[in-house]
């Protein structure tokens, strides 16, 4: 059957402090997201929808360049004025809408079952794998949806506290509940702690699956996708700042009624939230390709 992958590469990278989807970090100048079309051609993938931001021509051409007679890729446009009906322009707004908004952008681009991946987080190949089997699986089924979380402790940083969707999953890997948490780090101790929006600061197992954008969606689920930003639309308190993310727009979605499977990937997710993660995930890139996992 026909999958797609759809690429988040529009964002700024602020906290990096520069265009992370560029950088070559690989031993022969690969980037992340080389890793991640590698692994999804492995595992099956037949096209790449790449979501950026109109200034990003070399980018773009690039990308082209790197893939072609590889697999078939698209582009589409992450516009700060694509909005659905009754949403208008706030003054002031410059920065993307956030990863739902680019979802919306790729509407018309997607016609299959299809994974979201940030393009500059490193999955690995049973990230994909699992990713492959799972849409095949939800394409018989009643569910639209579903998540390849990772454990806690495979996506922390080394170099300054992140923010992470704590998932809660029932005993059927059913997804039940996205909390965000922020301020997540390990303690000289070695406990985990974060703050959650709902829960306050507390402990975190190591164990506990979070979200790292690994979804799997189907065609069927973006009929709603611009009703439901323009209802959180309607309701921001701050318009020219604020994102509309992809947990909360599947948090409207469960809310709904949506059902959305979880199988957590085994893998370690790495990637360069900090500048000083970059030595880190070279090392590790490294040790990949002298495993000969990559060429």
Request: glycine share 10%; with cysteine; net charge negative.
């Amino acid at each position: 059957m026909s999958r797609q992958l759809l690429v988040l590469a529009a964002g700024l990278g602020s906290r990096y402090g520069g265009d992370k989807q560029s950088d070559g970090l690989g031993p022969n100048g690969e980037r992340i997201i080389d890793y991640s079309v590698t692994d999804a051609i492995r595992a099956g993938f037949t096209e790449i929808v790449f979501v950026i931001r109109r200034n990003l021509e070399a980018f773009e051409q690039d990308v082209r360049a790197r893939y072609e007679g590889q697999i078939s890729v698209q582009f589409a446009y992450q516009e700060l004025d694509d909005l659905p009906d009754g949403c208008a322009l706030p003054e002031g707004r410059e920065k993307p809408w956030g990863t739902a908004h680019a979802i919306f952008a790729a509407r018309s681009a997607m016609n299959a079952p299809f994974l979201v991946i940030n393009a500059d987080d490193f999955y690995g190949a049973q990230s994909f794998a699992l990713a492959a089997q799972e849409l095949d699986r939800l394409n018989g089924t009643n569910n639209i949806g579903g998540l390849i979380p990772f454990a806690l402790a495979n996506t922390l940083s080394e170099h300054g506290t992140v923010s992470r969707g704590v998932c809660s999953v029932t005993e059927k890997n059913v997804l039940n509940h996205i909390e965000e948490h922020h301020e997540i780090q390990r303690t000289d101790i070695g406990a985990i702690t974060g703050a959650g929006e709902e829960s306050g600061k507390r402990s975190l197992e190591d164990t506990c699956p979070v979200s790292m954008n690994l979804w799997l969606l189907t065609p069927e689920i973006l009929a709603s996708l611009g009703d439901d930003f323009a209802a959180w639309f309607a309701q921001c308190e701050n318009p020219s700042q604020q994102e509309y993310g992809i947990p909360t727009w599947i948090t409207t979605l469960m809310a709904r009624g949506v059902q959305f499977s979880s199988v957590v990937s085994p893998e370690r997710w790495f990637g360069v939230t900090y500048y000083p993660d970059r030595e880190s995930v070279q090392q590790q890139l490294v040790a990949l390709h002298a495993q000969g996992l990559y060429s």
